[in-house]
C-alpha cells in the first residue's frame, strides 16, 4: 500500500489498496471518486471554478473544475471503471479571510462549481465538509470508500 500524495491543481487515479491524499485544502476542494466495485478511485485537488479565469489561455485545466473533473472520470473510466457506479465525497471550499464581496469568495464558489461538474457528469455527491472558515486535509481510501478529513481545528471525521 502506498500513499499517493496530489499536489494543488492536480488528480491522481489507483486502485485499492494504495491511499490517495492532499493536504492543505483551504478554498481548494478536494473530489474523492470511486467505482466501488473495481476498486478505483480518483482524488481531484482543484483551486479554481471554471477554466474561463484562465489568463491568456495558460492554465493547467486540472486546476478547474470544469476541466479537470471530466479528464479525471475519463481516466477512471479508461482504467475500468464505471460511472454508472461512479460515487463522489467532497471537501475544503472554506473561507479562508474575512470578505464582503461574494465575487471574491472563491470557496464557495469552487463548491458550486464541483457540484455543477458532477451533476454534469452524472456522478451523485454522497457524502460532504464543506465551507466554514478552517482549512483541511483528505485522506481518501479506495479500498474502503473511506474519505478521512483531518483539520488541526476541528479533529478528524471519515465519510
Known sequence: MANLTIGIGDF???KKPDVLVTYA???????CVLDD???IGGLSHIMLPDSTLAV???STPMRF???A??????QMEGMGASRMRMRAKIAGGATMFSISNDKFNIGER?????KKALMSLRIPIIAEDTGSNY????FFYPETGTMEVRSTTKGNTSF
Open 56 to 58: 491568456n489561455g495558460a
Open 65 to 67: 473544475a470544469d476541466t
Open 69 to 74: 473533473l471530466p479528464m479525471m472520470i475519463k
Open 37 to 39: 466495485q473495481t476498486g
Open 25 to 31: 485544502l483551504g478554498s481548494c476542494i478536494g473530489i
Open 110 to 114: 469552487n463548491i458550486a462549481a464541483v
Open 135 to 138: 482549512g483541511r486535509t483528505v
Open 12 to 14: 491522481k487515479i489507483c
